[in-house]
């Protein structure tokens, strides 16, 4: 078993236990943050310095999991998960209250959780990167098609090629199963699971593009701000180094 896959199953194993502890439930959606993109053709066409893809270290690899599973973000995304459910009253078998609310944020995080576990877990399996990558084009539609592109698929081999990713897919679905199927009232089912996972597909996609146009580096609305989203949005100054 490699060092990523033992590190998963280290960081998830405690959090996931106490989730399916926590009363009726421990997980609903969240998101898992990302990277920017190294595509070499397209920067070289514009006339910015050549950048190519270097395959992400284990080391890496854990370091990232451990932030998009129990980052400040994954706890920021369950608090206003937690809130729209709590407003909506969804279940409404949870009822109102603040007991209510912590209910509704640990499914929150329970979901974001299972959904980030499987997501790295396989694609350590499947020897694909599922990380997200700036895109390195110009214009909004271009950057716009990549970050939702970048949504189903992923990077596999060392010259980082492009494919159809079934861990990005299927984690989404991974996550909202797990709640439905365990700690959701009893009146969820596999339906369910499958209609939320469409929605934790969905924010896995919003946050694509708040990476691309918000948060992510050169060229995004906070560009000039100091926002610790992950260590892999520096990867523009690190791609095409040797780790």
């Not at 990277?35 to 910015?48: D, F, I, M, N, V």
């Not at 509704?104 to 329970?110: D, T, Y």
């Not at 539609?141 to 596999?156: D, G, W, Y």
């Amino acid at each position: 078993m490699s060092p990523l896959a033992l590190a998963v199953v280290a960081f998830s194993l405690a959090p996931l236990q106490t989730a399916a502890q926590s009363a009726a439930g421990a997980g609903t959606a969240s998101t898992t943050p990302a990277t920017p993109e190294a595509s070499s053709s397209a920067a070289s066409q514009a006339g910015e310095p050549v950048v190519t893809y270097v395959r992400p270290t284990e080391r890496m690899k854990i370091r990232n999991f451990a932030f998009d599973a129990f980052g400040p973000y994954a706890f920021a995304s369950a608090g206003i998960t937690g809130a729209i459910q709590q407003a909506e009253s969804r279940p409404p078998e949870w009822g109102q209250g603040w007991s209510a609310y912590g209910e509704r944020v640990a499914s929150s995080f329970g979901i974001s959780l299972v959904t980030t576990t499987t997501r790295y877990t396989l694609a350590e399996a499947f020897r694909e990167d599922t990380l997200y990558y700036r895109c390195d084009c110009k214009g909004i539609f271009p950057r716009l098609e990549h970050a939702m592109i970048s949504t189903v698929t992923a990077r596999r081999g060392d010259d980082g090629h492009r494919v159809l990713s079934f861990p990005a897919v299927a984690a989404p679905y991974a996550g909202t199963m797990a709640a439905t199927l365990s700690w959701y009232p009893s009146r969820f089912n596999p339906m369910d699971g499958f209609r939320m996972g469409n929605y934790n597909l969905l924010l896995q996609a919003a946050q694509n593009l708040a990476i691309e146009f918000i948060y992510g580096g050169p060229h995004t609305l906070l560009g000039k701000k100091h926002i610790p989203v992950v260590s892999k949005i520096a990867a523009d100054s690190t791609q095409g180094k040797t780790p």
